[in-house]
């Protein structure tokens, strides 16, 4: 709160001055039945009169022991004014808080007395300095309405407002004046003063002064003539631009890296922002408890330093997962992570996965800000086994890659991949639509690649705004001999807020395989749809071409949509969706017999995202389709 003086014209200014209502006459309790002596506020008189019915039981009354219902109204405020404060006044006020509950009359009374002498401070803080609040009691059909009568008087002004110091920072004097807002003839309005004081402090610290000292401001008020004067002397402390990063001995990581991740270089002019921007991202690493960042002087009298101190987080996790999916079977994983066994930022992370279709090891190295801020190098190896509707594969993977990658703290508007792998795949699968499935050795060299924009709003749970995503991967294939084709795939979704409860979401998703017919591919880089991710309703892998023995057997293109409403209720929501969606043989899609799918979602909103569950329904089933589907996952399903 700013610092305000009365001058010598006028009393104490009452945005200070504690209002002590004068303690009204101590009731004696051991004579309840005595009349009620004056408690400062004319109490009704509510007994009925001749011809007039008596009060029903529980009605109004007023011996002192009773119980009264009472409404809270407000008198002599214009509706503006008392728009501005009647939040502040609710959130204080004693009538408000026991508004719903009977109370007997020395709890109104106080109740009263205590609020009309918080309306009158609410209204002084606001410039009328002069404001009167009497309160008043009267009975209206039995109950009685307690009004807080207000006379504001003259709204106060600022005759001067003087921000001293500025001439010090020439270059943006103008903009820190315009921060700080308050101008001559402004009403003294201690809460634009306060917020006005607030910008000035974070302005002068994003124009490059970062030991800028700016004290509450003194306000003089003149009550003779109803104005008052502000001085605010502020000491910006000369403009700096970036020294070097600063961290204390055995730190847990060097200057090099924390200047890796922050934002700004050496030389560039100081602003606030960037310093907060770059605790936030070490903060991002999952390697610090807390971070403390702290501008210091620098070598030369124009610089600033940047001090990091670092508090080591565990560094190690272990973590489970259980999931279950119709056609993808139940499936539990557990993990284990050192997220910097090799500094900096060098995580090791191995996961085994056992379920009913799929069993696997792995071994993953992520270097986390890798020669530039959000910049990912990766390193995986693999051996799993899985027996899914489409295909079954033994396979061994190497991959490496770089990616620029996005998060909950920092989501990225431009995101991308690159990278290289080579697999060894011993699988069974169908040739085509006329036999059964066989076994075949591929050996695959693949260069996948991803672009993606996210203007959403959210990572894990959207309500506006839209992604759109292309994955490229140029492949070659050993299989009897080389040859060689391209996997792309478009993802597009948009999410639009209807309503405080309903958010509609739709999605597309387009794929083609061109180079090779469909049988030389492996199954398991075909495309293929249906399950949690793809059309809802069906089971995984269940929608499109199938072998003699109605075995999915994949293809060379697929065309999905899906489109739901997200229905909030607090924590809770429920999510009607429509699916839809088919695979071909061929290397484009021709739109033709789309199979779909409906169905109902439940949600439960959690702080780390929403918990999913859908059931579905085929609309227009193949044979041996599963008339209901349950899929269960965190977070959205697009």
């Known amino acids: ?28 309790p051991n004579s309840p039945l005595d009349p009620l002596p004056g408690l400062g506020v004319d109490w009704p ?41 009647t939040a502040q006044f609710d959130a204080l006020s004693t009538l408000r808080a026991g508004e719903k509950q009977p109370a007997n009359v020395a709890q109104i009374d106080r109740r009263a007395r205590e609020d009309a002498d918080l309306l009158a401070e609410l209204l ?44 010090a920072a020439p270059k943006q004097a103008d903009a820190l004046r315009q921060a700080f807002g308050v101008k001559p003839q402004d009403p003294v309005d201690a809460a634009a003063i306060n917020a006005g004081t607030a910008a000035l402090r974070q302005r002068i610290g994003q124009g490059g002064f970062p030991f800028a000292s700016v004290p509450d401001p ?13 001085v605010l002397n502020v000491e910006p402390g000369g403009a700096r631009r970036y020294g070097k990063i600063v961290v204390p001995p055995g730190a847990l990581f060097s200057a090099k890296h924390v200047q890796q991740i922050a934002r700004f270089r050496p030389g560039q002019p100081y602003e606030a ?5 770059l605790r936030r991202a070490l903060i991002a690493t999952g390697l610090a408890s807390a971070v403390t960042v702290t501008p210091e ?13 670092v508090d080591r987080a565990p560094p190690r996790t272990i973590a489970g997962e259980l999931g ?171 999410y639009q807020r209807v309503s405080d409860r309903v958010v509609l979401a739709g999605r597309i998703r387009l794929g083609s395989i061109v180079g090779a017919s469909a049988d030389r591919i492996a199954p398991s880089r075909r495309f293929f749809a249906g399950g949690g991710g793809s059309v809802r309703g069906f089971g995984y892998q269940a929608i499109g071409p199938r072998d003699a023995d109605n075995n999915p057997t994949g293809g060379r293109s697929l065309a999905e949509f899906g489109a739901e409403a997200r229905i909030r ?14 695979i071909y043989r061929a290397a484009l899609p021709d739109f033709s017999g789309l199979r779909y799918g409906a169905g109902l979602g439940v949600r439960y909103h959690s702080s780390f995202g929403p918990i999913r569950v859908d059931v579905g329904t085929p609309i227009n089933p193949q044979k041996g389709d599963s008339r209901i589907t349950v899929f269960v996952s965190l977070g959205q399903a697009f």
């Not at 009497?134 to 504001?152: K, M, Q, S």
């Not at 990658?405 to 995101?415: D, E, L, P, R, V």
């Not at 959207?462 to 996997?487: C, D, H, I, M």
């Open 124 to 167: 002084q803080s606001r410039g009328y300095y002069d404001a009167q609040v009497e309160p008043r009691v009267t009975p209206e059909a039995g109950r009685v309405i307690v009004t807080l009568a207000a006379d504001p008087g003259e709204l106060y002004r600022f005759a001067k407002v003087e921000v001293r110091g500025l001439d």
């Open 324 to 494: 279950y999916g119709t056609g993808e079977g139940a499936r539990a994983a557990i993990s284990w992570q050192h997220r910097n066994l090799f500094p900096p930022e060098g995580a090791l992370t191995l996961r085994a996965v056992a379920g009913t279709r799929e069993q696997s090891a792995a071994a993953s190295f992520r270097r986390s800000n890798y020669r530039k801020r959000d910049h990912v190098l990766t390193a995986d190896v693999a051996l799993s086994h899985l027996d899914q509707p489409g295909y079954e594969a033994r396979t061994f993977l190497l991959g490496a890659g770089i990616e620029r990658q996005s998060n909950i703290i920092f989501q990225k508007k431009w995101t991308w991949s690159a990278g290289v792998q080579l697999i060894a795949s011993n699988e069974r699968g169908a040739i085509n639509t006329l036999t059964s499935t066989v076994r075949r050795t591929y050996l695959i060299g693949a260069l996948p690649g991803t672009l993606a924009y996210d203007g959403s709003d959210n990572l894990l749970d959207p309500t506006k705004g839209f992604r759109l995503s292309g994955r490229l991967s140029p492949e070659v294939s050993l299989q009897n001999t080389v040859f060689g084709y391209a996997r792309l795939q478009i993802d597009g979704s948009a």
């Open 218 to 230: 003194e306000v003089i008020v003149d009550h003779e003539s109803k104005m008052a004067t502000l």
């Open 297 to 309: 002087p620098g070598a030369t009298p124009d610089t600033v330093d940047i001090a990091v101190k």
């Open 273 to 277: 922002s960037d310093v907060e921007d």
């Open 45 to 85: 008189d509510l007994t009925p009169q001749p011809g007039e019915p008596a009060p029903a039981a529980g009605g109004v009354t007023t011996e002192a022991g009773a119980d009264l219902h009472y409404e809270v109204r407000f008198d002599g405020l214009d509706p503006e004014e008392l728009e501005l404060i």
């Open 569 to 582: 209720f607090g924590n809770f929501g429920i999510v009607p969706f429509l699916d839809g969606g088919n």
């Open 1 to 28: 709160m700013a610092a305000f003086l009365a001058a010598a014209t006028g009393p104490v200014s009452p945005l200070l001055a504690q209002a002590t209502p004068e303690a009204g006459p101590v009731l004696d």
